[in-house]
């Protein structure tokens, strides 16, 4: 009878090497030399482990397909990063089923749980904003099937990730700032259950102590998209809160402030400077012209798809690596010097 507690990461621990090779080894897959197919067999007999026999009929050799999880699909960075990761993916022979979460953990458990019985060699997964559980990741890795993180992670989750560095992103649209000689800043900020939010804003916070500015934690709101941020803006306005510029936790939030504080007679940005993060494609259509943090959403599609291509070739354990992108500020016209 199978050990509940036995599985193929288990054997890969043990002899070293990946649970994808564990997997495929237990396959009699041809890319896999006698030799390891021996010793897996061996002490998959010796510890009484017996596969899932769905998953494997299901999985019986390799699919040459890739799961990707992403939040929200109308978003111009992970629309970006999809073709990122198409790119590499059609240069090495592999397709790529795209689902997203809708910032919904139930619904991205449902996703990683189809995929997980679904013919598929790998998953590369942003994960929602309100996700803090990983026991769903936790299955797809024990059956032998990597995954990688990009954008968001999971950070006890130990896994290849490629992310970007919102802290330096964040300084440097703080600091900006700073230089135009705003000093009441507001943030509104991104969720601080992810590491995203939290980078952000400590960027933010950062950029106030090394320059020397009165931190007023006042200022920094919890507001992460359009709707919010036409309400949040509204009602700072209403409550008469002094402030000479607001830095977002993106573009979408930043496009709400422009539109609620022009509507109030509010000058953007002789008034108020507005500086977003994404660069999101609306940023050059609304008016003004929104200053924003760019980030390399095609690079990391294709740095996250070839982690995960080499993860799967592998026959060997790879310690977990974390690639981190440089972004740039991008000057239009919702900032101004005083």
Do not use: W
């Amino acid at each position: 009878m199978k050990s509940p507690n036995v599985t193929i990461k288990d054997i890969a621990r043990l002899l070293g090497i990946s649970p994808s090779t564990v997997s495929r080894a237990l396959k009699d897959h041809p890319d896999i030399s006698q030799a390891t197919k021996d010793q897996v067999n061996k002490l998959a007999a010796e510890m009484n482990y017996r596969p899932n026999p769905i998953a494997l009929s299901l999985r019986n050799r390799r699919s040459n397909v890739i799961g990707v999880v992403i939040p929200e699909i109308v978003h111009f960075f992970f629309s970006s990063v999809i073709s990122g990761i198409n790119k590499v993916a059609n240069e090495h022979g592999f397709s790529v089923m795209v689902s997203q979460s809708s910032e919904d953990f139930e619904k991205e458990v449902e996703v990683c749980e189809t995929f997980r019985h679904s013919i598929i060699d790998g998953l590369l997964i942003s994960v929602s904003k309100h996700t803090t559980e990983y026991e769903h990741l936790r299955r797809l890795d024990e059956e032998g099937i990597p995954v990688v993180f990009f954008d968001r992670m999971i950070e006890e989750f130990n896994a290849d990730r490629v992310l970007i560095n919102d802290y330096e992103g964040a300084f440097e649209a703080t600091q900006y700032l700073i230089v135009e000689g705003r000093r009441r800043i507001m943030h509104f900020a991104g969720p601080q259950s992810r590491l995203i939010g939290k980078n952000r804003l400590k960027g933010y916070l950062e950029a106030h102590r090394k320059n020397g500015v009165v931190i007023d934690e006042s200022l920094v709101i919890n507001c992460d998209n359009f709707e919010s941020a036409l309400v949040q803006t509204q009602r700072i306005i209403d409550e008469g809160v002094k402030f000479d510029a607001i830095f977002t936790v993106n573009d979408f939030t930043a496009a709400g402030v422009v539109k609620t504080l022009v509507k109030n007679g509010i000058k953007v940005p002789e008034d108020v400077s507005v500086i977003g993060f994404g660069n999101d494609y609306m940023a050059e259509m609304i008016e003004p012209t929104l200053t924003t943090v760019c980030q390399p959403g095609f690079t990391m599609g294709e740095k996250a798809m070839q982690m995960l291509i080499n993860r799967i070739n592998s026959e060997k354990t790879l310690e977990p690596k974390t690639e981190v992108l440089p972004t740039k500020l991008i000057i239009r016209n919702t900032t101004k010097k005083r």
